[in-house]
């Protein structure tokens, strides 16, 4: 067993490493973590298999790489995927064009400034000078010892065959080739992939599925959980914690909202923790939190509903008035 397929992943942002790869994440992720997450989370890491998301908008799938690339110091390369993206977007690039524009260039003896000095650095004889890596290809090029973490955000954004074209590089020989400049790219370290998923165009292909570990996040519903991660991001963002009786009355509003049903889209963690700040600073005083318990309407209702349906059920008292005929 190698020393890399050794690493844990703790949700520990403090025992990070001293010397941490500069591509690694600078600032550590108020990310609280479930024992059978963290437990999916360290078998991708082991079996170097790509660790698939899925839950509700807003449950923190984006940020848990983000999470574990911070606390074990290793570089993190961001894929957002969107519906043109193809697989070889996040292996490589190569700028014919720029190329061309180069040849042209020199064949023009164009003096060199400031401006074009950058131009100068490129040979169009050289094809390299043209091919830049993408996410995926940075990872593969990591040397030996040092694995890249890998987020492919939103994988159902693409095309229907994009997962399975993904599948001929994220398996043995976890290699592929740069046709334009005859490169061939072995991953010398496997890199620890992590993809979400929102099922915005239905399941994924089966063949895709079995190559991946899955894990389904759920929210926190729980006030004890949202305590918590109201306490983690507090302190890792320096932040003073509003008061103990606003916090509760907002996560019993907050927890409320969200399990009597009837929102077309239910907010999420982030947007929950918005909503707190703002009841907390937003005014020269923090919001009452008397007032917060009992009153019909909801405050900064823009933080937590993103649709006319939502809004409105939630910025409109009761008509109590009485029906003339």
Same mark, same amino acid.
């Given at each position: 067993?190698?020393? %890399?397929?050794?690493?844990?992943?703790?949700?520990?942002?403090? =025992?990070?490493?001293?010397?941490?790869?500069?591509?690694?994440?600078?600032?550590?992720?108020?990310?609280?973590?479930?024992?059978?997450?963290?437990?999916?989370?360290?078998?991708?890491?082991?079996?170097?298999?790509?660790?698939?998301?899925?839950?509700?908008?807003?449950?923190? &799938?984006?940020?848990?790489?983000?999470? =574990?690339?911070?606390?074990?110091?290793?570089?993190?390369?961001?894929?957002?995927?969107?519906?043109?993206?193809?697989?070889?977007?996040?292996?490589?690039?190569?700028?014919?064009?720029?190329?061309?524009?180069?040849?042209?260039?020199?064949?023009?003896?164009?003096?060199?400034?400031?401006?074009? &000095?950058?131009?100068?650095?490129?040979?169009?004889?050289?094809?390299?000078?043209?091919?830049?890596?993408?996410?995926?290809?940075k990872a593969f090029k990591m040397p030996q010892g040092t694995p890249a973490v890998v987020l492919i955000d939103e994988i159902d954004k693409a095309d229907l065959d994009f997962p399975n074209d993904l599948l001929t590089v994220l398996d043995e020989p976890w290699e592929f080739f740069v046709k334009e400049t005859g490169e061939k790219v072995t991953?010398?370290?496997?890199? =620890?992939?992590?993809?979400?998923?929102? &099922?915005?165009?239905?399941?994924?292909?089966?063949?895709?599925?079995?190559?991946?570990?899955?894990?389904?996040?759920?929210?926190?519903?729980?006030?004890?959980?949202?305590?918590?991660?109201?306490?983690?991001?507090?302190?890792?963002? &320096?932040?003073?914690?509003?008061?103990?009786?606003? =916090? %509760?009355?907002?996560?019993?509003?907050?927890? %409320?909202?969200?399990?009597?049903?009837?929102?077309?889209?239910?907010?999420?963690?982030?947007?929950?923790?918005?909503?707190?700040?703002?009841?907390?600073?937003?005014?020269?005083?923090?919001?009452?939190?008397?007032?917060?318990?009992?009153?019909?309407?909801?405050?900064?209702?823009?933080?937590?509903?993103?649709?006319?349906?939502?809004?409105?059920?939630? %910025?409109?008292?009761?008509?109590?008035?009485?029906?003339?005929?």
């Amino acid at each position: 067993m190698s020393k %890399t397929n050794r690493l844990t992943f703790t949700n520990k942002p403090e =025992i990070r490493p001293q010397e941490s790869h500069e591509d690694s994440p600078q600032k550590p992720e108020p990310y609280v973590v479930s024992e059978p997450l963290k437990k999916a989370v360290n078998l991708a890491i082991y079996l170097r298999r790509p660790l698939l998301l899925e839950g509700d908008a807003g449950c923190g &799938k984006t940020r848990l790489a983000s999470a =574990i690339a911070y606390e074990l110091g290793l570089p993190l390369y961001r894929w957002d995927v969107r519906s043109t993206t193809k697989a070889q977007d996040g292996l490589y690039e190569y700028d014919a064009i720029l190329r061309l524009h180069d040849v042209q260039t020199k064949q023009l003896n164009i003096v060199t400034t400031e401006e074009n &000095k950058n131009e100068q650095k490129r040979n169009p004889t050289n094809p390299q000078d043209y091919r830049t890596f993408g996410a995926l290809g940075k990872a593969f090029k990591m040397p030996q010892g040092t694995p890249a973490v890998v987020l492919i955000d939103e994988i159902d954004k693409a095309d229907l065959d994009f997962p399975n074209d993904l599948l001929t590089v994220l398996d043995e020989p976890w290699e592929f080739f740069v046709k334009e400049t005859g490169e061939k790219v072995t991953a010398a370290e496997k890199p =620890i992939v992590i993809i979400t998923s929102n &099922k915005e165009k239905g399941n994924l292909p089966a063949p895709f599925l079995r190559r991946c570990l899955y894990h389904y996040i759920e929210f926190p519903n729980d006030a004890a959980l949202l305590q918590e991660i109201i306490t983690k991001h507090h302190e890792i963002e &320096k932040e003073e914690l509003p008061p103990s009786d606003l =916090i %509760t009355n907002a996560i019993d509003r907050f927890l %409320t909202i969200w399990n009597q049903g009837g929102l077309f889209k239910k907010p999420g963690t982030s947007e929950f923790i918005d909503w707190l700040k703002a009841l907390h600073t937003f005014e020269s005083q923090p919001y009452n939190a008397t007032k917060l318990k009992a009153d019909e309407l909801l405050p900064y209702p823009e933080l937590l509903f993103k649709l006319q349906q939502d809004w409105k059920k939630y %910025t409109k008292a009761p008509d109590n008035s009485p029906q003339t005929s």
